[in-house]
């Protein structure tokens, strides 16, 4: 069937910020070929950039494409892209007849040349992962936020057993040097004051010898730009020339997430990990020694093949050793294609909730703990978004904590801010400098 082109579009992005990374990007794209961007119910066209990471990820992908009918039973043309193009392939179009475009994260600058094939009346795949060539095919950027995220560094080799990325976005790949700085300036012309780089292996980043620190301090260097992060980052990779970064940087922001998944070494083993929880502490003592404020984030699986109760307190004890600021935790979710997937030893769903169950809780404190510690401090606030209340913003201290603050100021604006009580995912403030002026 074929057509008309579209003419308006809507970018649905899920999972992690490398996904909404490439959905900004996909924006721009289309954007620049005259498409209009809309809400989702009025776009000719909506792209599901879509997240293969746990099961219910897919499978909420599916249920959306299926609700995609509208009400004169006509539908939108619907591309996939993401994780779960790249790892069903040529299943997506068995699954379900409304897809009419399956592009991987690897070959998305292609989706123009797609939609016009697909006004034809082709349903079309692109699954290549020709590595970084999309980068030099995307048009430079524009127009940003205050906090805008950069990707530097794509795949991963690690092989983690439960995990698909290695074989969605392919081996690790670093992106040049001088086409990271390009963009950060680009951004930054455009009005981010903070970038956060991005990779599956951020920390992995290198061009020759120089390792992701040389490029955090290359970085440093642009006037305008005032914050530095970088996420996700494996452990193995926490070079000691990374880690200086962190004593010597003032644009790197004291914040450090450094996923660890579980505390039983059996496990860690069993997860093809590569490090044990002792090796993962005593990086923390190294960053902790120059940095003592950093704040760290984690990410935890429960109920891993095999993992015994015994198994799990170790991961409850290697996070009150570690005291978190912010965590992400789950529940083992079987990815077919993956080792661990036939492994022996799959736990029950009751179980696993209880587990994730007490793991949150103790997260929770701590990360209540964390934000409470910070009351009644004078702190940075970055501006990023209008809160709910009439001139209620919210912004972020360099430790990544979200704060309430009422203020006339503009996004993008770097204020400072008093901290005045604190929950477990937020801050509230009042601007300091407004009660210097009423004093
Ligand atoms: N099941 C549950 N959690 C997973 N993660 C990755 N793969 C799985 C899986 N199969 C989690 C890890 C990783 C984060 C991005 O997602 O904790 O760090
Ligand atoms: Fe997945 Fe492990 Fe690679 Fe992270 S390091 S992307 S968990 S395989």
């Given at each position: ?36 961007a809309t809400p989702e119910a009025e776009a000719d066209l909506v792209v599901f950039n879509t997240c293969h990471i746990r099961e ?34 040529t299943e997506v179009t068995r699954r379900t007849k409304d897809v009419d475009i399956v592009v991987g994260p690897q070959a998305y ?102 390792g992701l620190d040389h490029l955090i301090r290359a970085l440093d260097k642009i006037s305008g730009l005032e914050r530095i992060r ?210």
């Amino acid at each position: 069937m074929t057509r008309p082109a579209p003419k308006t579009f809507h970018v649905k992005s899920f999972g992690c910020q490398m996904n909404v990374y490439d959905g900004e990007r996909m924006t721009e794209m289309l954007g620049a070929e005259g498409m209009v961007a809309t809400p989702e119910a009025e776009a000719d066209l909506v792209v599901f950039n879509t997240c293969h990471i746990r099961e219910r990820a897919a499978e909420r992908v599916y249920s959306e494409i299926g609700r995609q009918r509208r009400e004169d039973g006509t539908r939108p043309m619907i591309a996939m892209a993401g994780c779960v193009a790249q790892a069903e392939g040529t299943e997506v179009t068995r699954r379900t007849k409304d897809v009419d475009i399956v592009v991987g994260p690897q070959a998305y600058h292609a989706l123009p040349q797609m939609i016009e094939r697909a006004t034809r009346g082709e349903r079309v795949h692109d699954l290549d992962l020709p590595g970084l060539e999309k980068f030099g095919k995307l048009p430079v950027r524009k127009r940003t936020g205050a906090s805008a995220f950069l990707t530097v560094q794509e795949g991963c080799d690690k092989f983690c057993t439960y995990c698909v990325v290695p074989y969605t976005r392919g081996g690790e790949i670093s992106r040049s040097f001088e086409a990271i700085v390009d963009e950060a300036k680009a951004l930054v012309d455009g009005g981010a004051k903070e970038i956060t780089l991005l990779g599956q292996n951020v920390n992995a980043w290198s061009e020759g010898p120089n390792g992701l620190d040389h490029l955090i301090r290359a970085l440093d260097k642009i006037s305008g730009l005032e914050r530095i992060r970088y996420m996700t980052s494996h452990p193995n990779d926490m070079t000691e020339g990374l880690i200086q970064a962190h004593a010597d940087v003032e644009k790197l922001m004291p914040f450090l997430h450094l996923p660890v998944q579980s505390g039983s070494d059996r496990i860690l083993k069993a997860m093809n990990r590569k490090h044990t929880a002792a090796s993962y502490l005593a990086i923390m003592d190294r960053v902790r020694a120059v940095r003592p404020d950093i704040a760290v984030s984690g990410d935890f699986i429960v109920g891993f093949p095999g993992e015994t109760e015994a198994e799990f307190e170790e991961t409850l004890n290697i996070i009150r050793a570690t005291n978190y600021a912010l965590a992400f935790s789950f529940k083992y979710s079987s990815r077919p294609g993956t080792p661990a997937a036939t492994m022996d030893g799959h736990i029950a769903p009751e179980i696993m909730d209880d587990r994730l169950e007490r793991l949150q809780a103790l997260l929770n404190q701590q990360q209540l703990a964390f934000n409470e510690a910070s009351v009644g401090q004078r702190v940075k606030v970055l501006l990023e978004r209008n809160g709910k209340l009439p001139g209620q913003k919210i912004g972020k201290t360099p430790w990544l904590q979200s704060v309430h603050v009422m203020t006339d100021a503009q996004i993008g604006d770097m204020v400072d801010v008093n901290l005045v009580s604190a929950g477990p995912n937020s801050l509230a403030g009042s601007l300091a400098d407004k009660e210097l002026n009423v004093a």
